[in-house]
């Protein structure tokens, strides 16, 4: 989905963020870095919006590429779309930004129409986590970030306690680990991480070539306005039927300029809350694939269907269709639909998001 770009009072949060000295694993550019034993898979993040700044994984020949798109600074990302953040405190939409909850109305900020999306104009991608634990290399190197979002945060009820932790094991293996509890009241939850995937390389043009297979039968449909009708629909029959591997451009509505493409949550087969397979993406020519597996009961594709030309890492156009994301979510729109798996978290409870991109090739 799509973040306009907001103007923010932003100076003093980055310099808040690029405060710290560039210690093991630091980057000159003030990102952390993780990094296999064999030294031929890493990852950089960022704590504005625990963002996933890069992912370099090898092909067949052992040529490494950056398979996300990102940009190269903080400064760039305050300003830009949300590309490998981590989305909160609620994720895609929300109708008419209002729900209510335990017999009381909210209000939240609109930012997409009557909307409410990716948590508000300043959702958890526009804030400055804390680094809690950070193990640059060894086995499993990992990087924990922590967010406390405050009661009435964008409209939303109670306090919130936050952890992401970004991990790398063997072969090629990156988890996210999400978590959150409610300390004050009962909240909507729906934490997500929109990494826009290039398996060719970011900025090596469209992905409509590439293969797509998605372990879902269903889909939630939507109105004019993005909102789920309530129905879940087969996707059989239909252009969101990627049952089997499927090229990505091969059913899709292309709108030159803006739109078109896919912007749909699936409902993920198999048993809730347990991890299971996704999705599975392959790049044809490098051969390099990424298959997903996550514990959530929806996904998002979207297929970077507003991306023009923005300027990206090294240099690096990124055009229309020039990546998809895949994010593994609560139904859109949860907080108002009873009959869908509920996005609730109550003070003692956990939520919990769990996912995995095993890269291979
Ligand atoms: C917002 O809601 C109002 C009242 O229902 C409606 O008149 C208006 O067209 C809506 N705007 C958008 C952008 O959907
Ligand atoms: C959430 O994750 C953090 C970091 O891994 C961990 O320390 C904490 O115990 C977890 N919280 C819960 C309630 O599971």
């Known amino acids: 989905m799509v973040v306009r770009a907001a103007l923010l009072p932003v100076t003093l949060l980055l310099c808040l ?29 960022t704590n504005w919006g625990a963002t996933l700044v890069s992912v370099l994984v090898p092909d067949c020949k052992g040529d490494l ?23 909160g405190r609620v994720a895609n939409r929300i109708a008419n930004a209002r729900f209510v909850l335990d017999g009381r109305t909210y209000r939240l900020l609109r930012n997409d129409g009557n909307n409410t999306i990716h948590g508000g104009p300043r959702g958890f991608n526009k804030v400055i986590w804390t680094v809690k634990e950070y193990v640059h ?32 094991s063997d072969p090629y293996d990156l988890s996210i680990h999400m978590n959150a509890t409610a300390t004050s009241k009962a909240t909507p939850v729906n934490l997500v991480n929109h990494a826009y995937w290039n398996l060719a390389g970011h900025g090596s043009g ?22 789920p009708t309530g129905q879940v629909a087969p996707v059989a029959g239909t252009k969101y039927d990627f049952l089997t591997p499927t090229p990505v451009g091969a059913n899709m509505e292309i709108v030159p300029g803006g739109g078109g493409g896919y912007d749909i949550n699936f ?22 694939a990424l298959e997903l597996w996550a514990n959530q009961p929806g996904v998002q594709l979207y297929t970077a269907n507003w991306l023009s030309n923005d300027k990206g890492k090294g240099g690096k156009v990124y055009g229309q269709y020039g990546a998809l994301c895949l994010e593994t979510q609560a139904y859109p729109d949860a907080v108002n639909h009873p009959d869908f798996p509920s996005s609730t978290v109550r003070p003692g409870e956990v939520y919990k998001h769990d996912m995995v991109f095993k890269f291979s090739h």
């Open 17 to 45: 963020a690029l405060a710290g000295s560039a210690g093991a694993g630091r980057t000159a550019d003030g990102f952390y870095e993780l990094k296999n034993k064999k030294g031929d898979f890493s990852i950089k993040v």
């Open 65 to 87: 590429t950056d398979v996300v798109l990102g940009y190269d600074t903080v400064a760039a990302y305050a300003k830009g779309a949300a590309a490998g953040s981590t989305i």
């Open 137 to 168: 290399d060894g086995d499993s190197p990992y990087i924990t970030f922590y967010y406390r979002s405050f009661d009435g945060e964008q409209g939303f009820p109670g306090y919130l306690d936050v952890y992401v932790t970004y991990q790398l």
């Open 206 to 227: 469209d992905v409509l070539e590439h293969e797509l297979q998605m372990f879902a039968s269903r889909y939630t449909p939507v109105d004019g306005y993005m909102i």
């Open 267 to 288: 409902a993920v087969d198999g048993q809730q809350n347990a991890m299971r397979p996704v999705a599975r993406v392959q790049d044809p020519d490098s051969g390099r």
